[in-house]
């Protein structure tokens, strides 16, 4: 079965960091990007950034650069989203999710067509 | 970052159409970036419902269709059902790599 499954709910302090993760199955993991995305509590869906696991090859939102790290381990089928310092308004639902389709310097035609289960992140302050 | 705009909020009754409405610079026709539409269900994952502005995945209802004009991209719902009460998402390409997520809309059926 083609899958995107999550780690586990997170209950952290401020200060503290956190690594969750979204491991792919069912299909070629390195082959197609994984992005990232955040929802607060009774908010909408916010593009966080994504991640090619093939190389690496990394991109943000100027909202969330310098606030997150997204890495991946294509051995093991898992892209990562990392906090070194988490703050209460970190607090959200994450979702992970693959990019289907393809993008060009002239046109970008993709979508994200599997999601994950989502992990819910709470930090007290 | 370019923002997409969606009413908050949109209402129907049974068997009734309906249309959500996404509006932004990263849609214009001029940019050659598609449009994609995902539907949340409360305490769950979205799900992707439209992409490249007009196509359906396997498995979404005919029910489901999707366009864009200039820089306006539509959902619209034909013969509402219950379940069809859910968040919609509008969702396209903006730079550099980088997608963007309107604010979403609430039906209400």
């Known amino acids: 079965e083609v899958q995107l499954q999550q780690s586990g709910a997170e209950v952290r302090k401020a200060g503290e960091s956190l690594k969750i993760s979204c491991k792919g199955s069912?299909?070629?993991?390195?082959?197609?990007?994984i992005a990232w995305v955040r929802q607060m509590p009774g908010k909408g869906l916010e593009w966080m950034g994504i991640?090619?696991?093939?190389?690496?090859?990394?991109s943000y939102s100027p909202s969330f650069q310098g606030q997150v790290s997204i890495s991946a381990d294509k051995s093991f089928s898992i892209a990562y989203l990392q906090w070194s310092s988490l703050k209460a308004s970190d607090t959200a639902m994450y979702y992970c999710?693959?990019?289907?389709?393809?993008?060009?310097?002239?046109?970008?035609?993709?979508?994200?067509?599997?999601w994950g289960q989502g992990t819910l992140v709470t930090v007290s302050s | 970052q370019s923002a997409l705009i969606q009413p908050a909020s949109v209402s129907g009754s049974p068997g009734q159409s309906i249309t959500i409405s996404c509006t932004g610079a990263s849609i214009d026709v001029e940019t050659n970036n598609r449009v994609s539409w995902y539907q949340q269900h409360p305490d769950k994952a979205p799900k992707l419902i439209i992409y490249?502005?007009?196509k359906r995945p396997s498995g979404v209802s005919s029910r489901f269709s999707g366009s864009k004009s200039g820089n306006t991209a539509s959902l619209t719902i034909s013969g509402l059902q219950a379940e069809d009460e859910a968040d919609y998402y509008c969702?396209?390409?903006?730079?550099?790599?980088?997608?963007?997520f309107g604010g979403g809309t609430k039906l209400t059926v």
């Open positions: 490249e502005d007009s």
């Open positions: 999710a693959r990019r289907e389709g393809f993008c060009t310097n002239a046109r970008c035609y993709a979508y994200f067509d599997l």
């Open positions: 969702c396209s390409y903006v730079t550099n790599n980088v997608w963007v």
């Open positions: 069912g299909y070629t993991f390195s082959s197609q990007w």
């Open positions: 991640i090619y696991p093939g190389d690496s090859d990394t």
